[in-house]
């Protein structure tokens, strides 16, 4: 056991930036072939056209197959010598997305950060907010002004509505670093945009595909894929061990410089025992005919295992800072081909379980994410800690990924309010029915 002096967050902190990380990924886009975040402004292009090809997956598509609806509606933007354009809007199942230009003499431009539509997806009387993070936040610029694109969910047919109310306010400067303050102009701007079941048909190929493969005795098993202009569909079925359930395929689709991450469609049980059949979904492809992959990373599946974690907590107490527990003193169990331990506490404050996996692949290893607590469920799920009197103790938030330079793991936080964490003389840190990751990082033609 190793005592480290003072009380170090650093682990803390890296874990909490991953969570907010998380958050922000999975409340936008999957990933593209271009970052988004990293741009001091906005980009050059040759047209409101061009910045709206880079930025959303499928536009050129869209627009070939007619699907793109011309606006062309200027207004001012009050307070300043600005003017917006509503240039297009794409309709689709998934998104609404809407092309805007802005004109000002002096290129001093601006952009709306706050955007909504009076009128959701379902039903009138439902906001319809947008969606964030999307490929090139600061937007462009080329010879017509600047250009940027608003996100919302999208509308499937009946439409709620023929008509909607997209309203654009608290205008910026698109720039990240300035060198000097800038002002956000509350200037409200109001217009209204045609809605129609004809604006959402959409174009569609199926292929049939007959592809198996085997790792560790579990078997994905590819049927077809399914081209729309909203989305790629990919269908297939996996087969797993007993008491494994499917939960996600980790993966992207990939075709030409185009990828993009599969997102949950629909998981229903097989006809043959511990069988799955799937369907997931991607970004719509860029250019259709084409060469399409999949690179898929891993298999992910539920256990019907226990993970429990015993330690002697008197060694603990009355200590300060972080402790490195020795191999021998760690509680460390083998999850599949991965070895789960403690590997540092801090007795005020986090606990930390590394999570060590097989150099060669493919293996089954627990995945570096957050472990979910369910007490609704009385613990049958996720992480319970209890002491030798069979107490729940109470635990904070709990995190996971790199959790230091050469570490990966979970952590949880311990309550301090919680007096037993204090008086306990064994922790058993308990972890029902946990994830495992089939890794296999390979590469699949599909056509």
């Not at 936040?137 to 109310?165: C, D, L, N």
């Not at 993009?260 to 511990?274: K, M, Q, R, S």
């Not at 539920?302 to 974690?309: A, E, G, R, S």
């Not at 103790?393 to 790199?402: F, P, R």
Request: aromatic share 10%.
């Amino acid at each position: 056991m190793k005592i480290l002096n003072g009380k170090n967050n650093s682990s803390f902190m890296v874990i909490f930036a991953l969570i907010l990380m998380l958050i922000a990924g999975g409340c936008g886009f999957s990933a593209g072939t271009e970052a988004s975040f990293n741009e001091k402004g906005p980009i050059r292009v040759a047209s409101a056209e061009d910045f709206a090809n880079r930025v959303v997956p499928g536009w050129q598509r869209a627009q070939e197959a007619g699907l793109i609806v011309d606006i062309a509606l200027s207004k001012p933007i009050p307070g300043t010598d600005a003017e917006v354009s509503i240039e297009k809007v794409w309709y689709n199942p998934l998104h609404t997305y809407v092309l805007y230009t802005v004109k000002e003499p002096n290129r001093q431009y601006l952009m709306a950060d706050k955007r909504e539509i009076d009128i959701g997806p379902y039903k009138i009387g439902a906001r319809n907010f947008s969606i964030e993070p999307l490929h090139h936040r600061w937007g462009g610029v080329s010879p017509e002004g600047f250009h940027q694109v608003m996100a919302f969910k999208g509308y499937s047919t009946p439409v709620p509505a023929r008509e909607i109310t997209l309203t654009m306010s608290e205008w910026r400067v698109p720039r990240w670093s300035l060198s000097g303050p800038v002002d956000t102009l509350d200037s409200l701007v109001s217009v209204k945009l045609p809605l129609s079941d004809e604006f959402l048909r959409e174009t569609t190929e199926i292929i049939a595909l007959d592809q198996t493969y085997e790792w560790k005795g579990r078997s994905l098993r590819l049927t077809g894929m399914e081209v729309k202009s909203s989305k790629t569909l990919l269908y297939g079925e996996v087969t797993l061990m007993p008491g494994e359930t499917l939960n996600h395929i980790s993966g992207a689709i990939k075709s030409r410089d185009q990828s993009a991450w599969l997102n949950y469609e629909t998981i229903v049980p097989g006809d043959a025992p511990n069988t799955f059949e799937f369907t997931f979904y991607a970004e719509p492809l860029n250019k259709w005919p084409a060469p399409v992959s999949l690179e898929i990373r891993a298999i992910e599946f539920d256990t019907d295992k226990v993970l429990n974690f015993q330690l002697d907590w008197t060694q603990f107490l009355g200590k300060q800072g972080e402790i490195e527990l020795a191999e021998g003193e760690d509680g460390a169990i083998q999850f599949y081909d991965s070895i789960v331990r403690v590997s540092f506490a801090n007795p005020g404050s986090w606990i930390e379980l590394e999570i060590v996996e097989p150099e060669s692949q493919p293996y089954i290893a627990m995945p570096t994410e957050p472990v979910t607590q369910d007490p609704l469920n009385n613990y049958a799920r996720g992480l319970k800690v209890t002491n030798e009197n069979g107490d729940i103790l109470e635990v904070g938030m709990t995190a996971g990924g790199q959790l230091r330079e050469d570490r990966f793991g979970i952590g949880l936080e311990i309550e301090a309010s919680d007096e037993r964490w204090q008086t306990s003389e064994r922790i058993i840190i308990t972890i029902g029915k946990p994830k495992a990751r089939l890794v296999v990082n390979e590469t699949i033609e599909l056509i």
